[in-house]
């Protein structure tokens, strides 16, 4: 039987998460990305509060699977991880650079997995259990 209290929180932090994302700016030579929050949104082991963050991939030609995410002034890095390559949803515009998992109702949303600006595979982020 299908729980519709679950069903409704989750359709509603899709809804929320979706809206999330209010801008972006990318430099595609070193794969950086200035990715704009509304709201706060959560990565292994840490939440990000509204704002603007850069998510760069760290050696593009040597290991193209480690990611740092960073204050926009660089000052602060927030994460540098591992992550699994991901195949960009069919039908996903290639100005939405992220995709959110489900949260439970009042939690931030955790990003799932960041495109880099015209790459057709993307950096899927790994969280514990």
């Known amino acids: 039987m299908v729980n519709l209290k679950f069903v409704g929180s989750a359709v509603g932090a899709v809804v929320v998460a979706a809206g999330l994302v209010a801008s972006v700016s990318a430099n595609t030579a070193n794969r950086t990305a200035y990715l704009t929050f509304s709201g706060a949104v959560a990565l292994p082991g840490v939440e990000l509060s509204a704002g603007t963050y850069v998510f760069e991939l760290v050696a593009p030609e ?5 990611v740092r995410v960073m204050s926009r002034d660089r000052k602060k890095v927030f994460l540098t991880a591992f992550t699994h390559y991901v195949d960009r949803p069919a039908g996903n515009d290639h100005n939405k650079p992220i995709t959110f998992a489900e949260a439970p109702k009042g939690q931030a ?10 790459e057709s595979m993307g950096r899927e982020f790994v969280y514990g259990r």
């Open 62 to 66: 040597s290991s193209p699977s480690i």
């Open 109 to 118: 949303p955790p990003i799932k997995a960041w495109y880099p600006t015209d």
